[in-house]
């Protein structure tokens, strides 16, 4: 694979996707992203600062720990290449280190995480597995004053580095159709309303399950309905084989209007995280960076060089 299609595929994933303490003690963050919860020793995430934290029910909790050493040996081995497997081995390390709490009391999963906060929760979870350091950075260079420097990528903040996180704001366009109760969009076409809303990580782990299996057995996935569909499932984790085949139904009887709104609705909810973006250290002007990361996903959990800081102690 040459470095453009790399570069190509770690984009696509941006948008869509130690040392470990018994007890984590309390991190101090300026924007107050995680907050202790030492009695199970996890850390509750601060909703409002995820890309789509608007879409969570009220009540519901999001806590999560640092990774352990043989979790992290079951991420390094992530084909960099791969998407669905890059995909799979996020939602395995999610699935260790997240518990969720639904408003109801109940207990959810990370299959209840929305598919564009996986990224920034995967970085928290970095974090807090790598406390001592281990940042990792790409180079920029300041469109204003030319200065070469590292940017580091920050899901929280320290007192060594700023949250660099920049998420997708909410379009303009779609703004006046959000129902802050519903938690979701809400579009009356010919008296029919709509309800779409980012999905879950559940639902869409089946769908690529779903792409997966028809691309061994060489059939064509109905590329359009796996677009939208997500977006019309928001409040599910799951759904069966006969449930995806009489959506797919109802999806091709839809008419042409309905279907024309639906589609560029679903190609505004451009949600996630947008980038990096910090101010240069020696202009202080703001300086942007995209989301690829300079050794691919499977570096996201590796030391750079951790012989060399060990001869160092």
């Known amino acids: 694979m040459g470095e453009n299609d790399k570069k190509q595929q770690e984009e696509y994933l941006a948008k869509f996707l130690t040392e470990t ?3 984590i003690k309390e991190i101090k963050t300026t924007l107050k992203t995680i907050s202790q919860d030492s009695s199970l020793g ?6 409002d600062l995820l890309p789509l934290g608007i879409f969570y029910q009220d009540g519901t909790k999001i806590k999560i720990r640092a990774a352990k050493v043989h979790e992290v040996q079951a991420y390094s081995v992530v084909d960099d290449k791969n998407f669905l497997d890059v995909t799979e081995k996020m939602n395995q390390l999610l699935s260790s280190c997240v518990k969720v ?17 996986r990224l920034s929760i995967i970085f928290m979870i970095r974090e807090l597995t790598f406390q001592k350091g281990a940042s990792l950075a790409k180079e920029v260079t300041c469109p204003h004053c030319k200065h070469e420097f590292l940017i580091p990528f920050r899901a929280t903040s320290n007192s060594e580095y700023p949250r660099t996180f920049e998420n997708h704001e909410m379009p303009e366009n779609i703004k006046k159709f959000f129902n802050k109760e519903s938690k979701c969009f809400e579009f009356n076409i010919n008296g029919v309303v709509y309800k779409l809303a980012p999905p879950n990580i559940g639902i869409q782990e089946i769908f690529y399950g779903d792409i997966k299996s028809k691309v061994q057995a060489q059939k064509n996935p109905n590329v359009s309905f796996l677009k939208i569909i997500p977006f019309m499932l928001w409040d599910r984790t799951s759904i069966t084989e006969e449930g995806i085949k009489a959506k797919e139904d109802e999806f091709k009887r839809m008419d042409m209007y309905t279907f024309q709104v639906i589609n560029k609705a679903v190609d505004n909810m451009v949600f996630g995280l947008k980038g990096l973006k910090i101010n240069c250290p020696e202009c ?10 300079p050794d691919g996903a499977s570096s996201l959990f590796v030391i750079s060089d951790p012989f060399n800081d060990f001869i160092k102690e």
Do not use: A, R, W
């Not at 996890?42 to 909703?47: A, I, T």
């Not at 639904?102 to 299959?111: D, I, V």
């Open 101 to 117: 709490t639904l408003p109801n009391g109940n207990n959810g999963s990370y299959k209840d995480i929305k598919d564009g906060d």
């Open 21 to 23: 303490k018994d007890e």
């Open 42 to 47: 996890y850390l509750n995430v601060d909703l």
């Open 284 to 293: 202080q002007g703001e300086v942007h960076s995209d989301m690829t990361f």
